[in-house]
């Protein structure tokens, strides 16, 4: 059996153990730039750090056995008591706050963490951690607002884009028409009149071999005139300036018939559908893009437009009964000819979309979705 003096002398160095465990993990939480106390189920203090006790300006070692209320302030003691009482029932409690520091110069952001000391089931008081998190709030503060600059300069730039569509599609379609009216007043007047020349000097020819070549002559200026006419309607089809969209697009269905062999169906819902002028040009090239994209890849001889007021949005929908889009990605890359990238960036700039639904072997369909303009006197007929 070990002798009293051994026990007391192990016991006693136990002690030291312990008491110089208890000075490190002081000297620990005192380094700590976060408040740190320890309180009993009936408020007293047990324990607080260096920074503890500096913000609320109380002797370290007069803490110990104060009354939280008489640590923190009975304004503060109320703000808190709800959190308090939480806490002491098992909840821990989380909050932030801007508090002043009691000489009343400094103002922090803090981050409370209130976690209760449960023993057996019971509460026998709660640790409070409490974290001046002003720097992490400056720059959250930062980013968020650097984040609001680049939102708003991403508007400003998408705003700017938008208006360069609407000032590049009304600057080409006047260019266009120019150059249709040039190919009509000009060079198509040129064949009418060469034409009718052609058709004079044909009576006065005698010889039967001439009179076949000025025939063949003939031939070919109606052609030419016929060519003419076509490239001035692709150019700038007058039904669309007259008559507006819905008409504009059954033209281009006949025509689509006529020149590619591609039966075209186009339906309107009959509802008004107000357009600006920029948004009709756009469309309309749009659908002339997609059902040439039938002709060339769908390989189907079926297409069918459909014109609908969706709840303030036009929608056009271009569906063909083909062998649909195998690679969709590589489609909107413009790797296969389609075009749908620039269709896709020109609907987008006027605030609208497009979206693809295509199966291979069964069809595509292609929805484009524009704002209808909302002010009675539109600039465009639908």
Same mark, same amino acid.
């Given at each position: 059996?070990?002798?009293s003096?051994?026990?007391?002398?192990?016991?006693?160095?136990?002690?030291?153990?312990?008491?110089? $465990?208890?000075?490190? &993990?002081?000297?620990?939480?005192?380094?700590?730039?976060?408040?740190?106390?320890?309180?009993?189920?009936?408020?007293? /203090?047990? =324990?607080?750090?260096?920074a503890?006790?500096?913000? =609320?300006?109380?002797?370290?070692?007069?803490?110990?056995?104060?009354?939280?209320?008489?640590?923190?302030?009975?304004?503060r003691? %109320? &703000?808190?008591?709800?959190? *308090?009482?939480?806490?002491? +029932?098992?909840?821990?409690?989380?909050?932030? $706050?801007?508090?002043?520091?009691?000489?009343?110069?400094?103002?922090?952001?803090?981050?409370?963490?209130?976690?209760?000391?449960i023993?057996?089931?019971?509460? +026998?008081?709660?640790?409070?951690?409490?974290?001046?998190? @002003?720097?992490?709030?400056?720059?959250?503060? #930062?980013?968020?607002?650097a984040?609001?600059?680049?939102?708003?300069?991403?508007?400003e730039?998408?705003?700017?884009?938008?208006?360069l569509?609407?000032?590049?599609?009304? !600057?080409?379609?006047?260019? %266009?028409?120019?150059?249709? $009216?040039?190919l009509?007043?000009?060079?198509?007047?040129?064949?009418?009149?060469? +034409? *009718?020349?052609?058709?004079?000097? @044909?009576?006065?020819? #005698?010889?039967?071999?001439?009179?076949?070549?000025?025939?063949?002559?003939d031939?070919?200026?109606?052609?030419?005139?016929?060519?003419?006419?076509?490239? @001035?309607?692709q150019?700038?089809?007058?039904?669309?300036?007259?008559?507006?969209?819905?008409?504009?697009?059954?033209?281009?269905?006949?025509?689509m018939? $006529?020149?590619y062999?591609?039966?075209?169906?186009?339906?309107?819902?009959?509802?008004?559908?107000?357009?600006?002028?920029?948004q009709?040009?756009?469309?309309?090239?749009? #659908?002339?893009?997609?059902?040439?994209?039938?002709? +060339?890849? !769908?390989?189907?001889?079926f297409?069918?437009?459909?014109t609908? /007021?969706?709840?303030?949005?036009?929608?056009?929908?271009?569906?063909?009964?083909?062998?649909?889009?195998?690679?969709?990605?590589?489609?909107?890359?413009?790797?296969n000819?389609?075009?749908?990238?620039?269709?896709?960036? %020109?609907?987008n700039?006027?605030?609208?979309?497009m979206?693809?639904?295509a199966?291979?072997?069964?069809?595509?369909?292609?929805?484009l %979705?524009?704002?209808?303009?909302? @002010?009675?006197?539109?600039?465009?007929? #639908?």
């Amino acid at each position: 059996m070990l002798g009293s003096d051994v026990i007391s002398d192990r016991l006693q160095a136990v002690e030291q153990q312990l008491n110089q $465990r208890e000075r490190d &993990l002081q000297s620990i939480l005192d380094h700590m730039p976060s408040m740190i106390g320890c309180w009993d189920a009936s408020l007293h /203090n047990r =324990f607080g750090n260096h920074a503890y006790h500096s913000w =609320f300006g109380v002797d370290p070692n007069k803490m110990p056995g104060m009354h939280i209320r008489d640590v923190i302030g009975e304004e503060r003691y %109320r &703000l808190n008591l709800p959190f *308090i009482q939480a806490v002491l +029932k098992g909840e821990p409690q989380v909050f932030e $706050r801007d508090i002043p520091s009691p000489d009343g110069k400094l103002m922090r952001h803090s981050l409370a963490h209130y976690i209760p000391e449960i023993v057996a089931g019971e509460v +026998k008081g709660f640790y409070v951690l409490v974290s001046d998190v @002003t720097e992490l709030k400056t720059s959250e503060a #930062a980013v968020n607002l650097a984040h609001e600059h680049l939102e708003q300069r991403v508007a400003e730039r998408t705003q700017q884009l938008s208006q360069l569509t609407v000032d590049a599609t009304l !600057a080409e379609e006047k260019e %266009r028409q120019a150059i249709a $009216r040039d190919l009509h007043d000009d060079l198509g007047q040129l064949l009418h009149v060469a +034409k *009718i020349r052609l058709d004079q000097l @044909t009576k006065k020819i #005698a010889c039967k071999e001439t009179a076949e070549q000025v025939q063949q002559i003939d031939e070919l200026l109606a052609a030419a005139s016929e060519r003419v006419r076509f490239l @001035t309607a692709q150019l700038s089809p007058p039904v669309l300036e007259t008559l507006g969209l819905v008409p504009a697009l059954a033209w281009l269905g006949e025509e689509m018939q $006529r020149v590619y062999g591609l039966a075209v169906v186009v339906k309107d819902d009959g509802l008004p559908k107000p357009l600006d002028t920029a948004q009709t040009i756009i469309l309309y090239r749009a #659908a002339r893009e997609l059902l040439i994209n039938v002709f +060339k890849h !769908a390989k189907s001889p079926f297409a069918k437009v459909e014109t609908m /007021n969706d709840d303030g949005y036009l929608m056009l929908r271009v569906t063909d009964e083909g062998v649909g889009i195998v690679d969709l990605e590589a489609a909107m890359a413009g790797a296969n000819g389609f075009g749908l990238t620039s269709v896709r960036e %020109r609907i987008n700039y006027l605030d609208g979309t497009m979206d693809i639904e295509a199966v291979p072997n069964d069809g595509t369909v292609v929805i484009l %979705r524009l704002p209808l303009v909302k @002010t009675a006197n539109a600039g465009s007929k #639908a």
